[in-house]
């Protein structure tokens, strides 16, 4: 029940969590018998129309990420999740991209965009988390404890060239950003289909990853103007804040997939702990 609540409070929505869980399952019910097939032709004029052809996609590497990006310390809370996540993931290198750290990252040849600097604090996370899925690949997580070690996961992907992402079932319905009337109501019944947004592994270079970081550089530039007048770092300007909550990640990650289908794989072990306590109260009051 309780990732249900997180997912409609990401998502905006007004529906209970009952009726959203209600909702779900009979989605994943139809889904079963209608399973998804991917034609270009449904989407002619949306970022999807785009491919990129000539990738190869790179090898695993067994590191996984998470990002704290406010200038802010971290609330105790998510100093526990992270304590958690390195000890849940001993087998693995466990890498926190901080605002100290960011620079060590960034890959000469694709500096960070100006609008970056504008963004607020969980869209400047949004953004590194789809910079390096594609320039260094491995694991990403947002700082929520994990349930399970990951290694069986990094094995499957490494096993299987075809895999780009992996990851866990995604959770509802209510997940799916606003990305127009068509692909809304294909994300919306066939999100039992989708790879989760809070955790996953991914190859990096594949023709996913360009095509999620190429979007996402376009959204930026096209909220450049506005995020100068209204970033999303100054106290009381989140009322003008520009760029739509889940409209850097979600509303392409989601979309993408749907396009890459036959490279997506499943793997629940991935998903966060949904019913731990991880946020500080000051943070809370931020959202």
């Known amino acids: 029940m309780k990732k249900i609540k997180h997912v409609t409070w990401l998502a905006g929505r007004r529906l ?15 889904h079963r018998w209608n399973p998804y097939e991917y034609s270009a032709e449904r989407y002619p004029h949306t970022f999807l129309a785009s491919t990129t052809s000539m990738l190869v996609p790179g090898d695993v590497s067994r590191r996984v990420f998470c990002a704290w990006t406010g200038n802010n310390p971290m609330p105790a809370p998510r100093v526990r999740a992270l304590e958690s996540i390195r000890e849940t ?20 040849s694709d500096p960070l965009p100006e609008a970056y600097w504008n963004l607020s604090a969980v869209h400047r996370s949004d953004y590194l988390r789809v910079y390096i899925a594609h320039h260094y690949g491995g694991g990403w997580t947002d700082i929520k404890p994990l349930q399970h070690p990951w290694v069986d996961a990094f094995d499957m992907l490494e096993r299987d060239p075809e895999a780009w992402l992996a990851g866990y079932s995604e959770v509802s319905h209510a997940a799916m950003a606003d990305c127009g009337p068509i692909l809304n109501r294909d994300l919306k019944l066939h999100f039992p289909a989708l790879v989760g947004s809070c955790a996953y ?3 990096p270079h ?9 979007e996402v550089k376009a959204r930026l530039a096209y909220f450049s103007a506005a995020l100068r007048e209204s970033p999303g770092e100054i106290r009381g300007q989140f ?14 990650y989601h979309p993408l997939q749907l396009k890459y289908l036959p490279h997506m794989r499943k793997c629940e072990n991935l998903q966060p702990d949904f019913d731990a306590d991880f946020r500080g109260v000051e943070e809370a009051a931020q959202r």
């Open 16 to 30: 209970s969590p009952i009726v959203t869980q209600t909702v779900d399952a009979v989605i994943r019910r139809a």
């Open 89 to 108: 993931l001993r087998a693995q290198e466990v890498v926190l991209i901080t605002p100290e750290n960011l620079g060590d990252w960034i890959v000469e």
């Open 201 to 203: 592994i991914c190859r």
């Open 206 to 214: 594949s023709p996913f990853t360009d095509e999620w970081l190429r």
């Open 239 to 252: 009322i003008r804040y520009p760029v739509p909550y889940l409209g850097v990640f979600s509303a392409v």
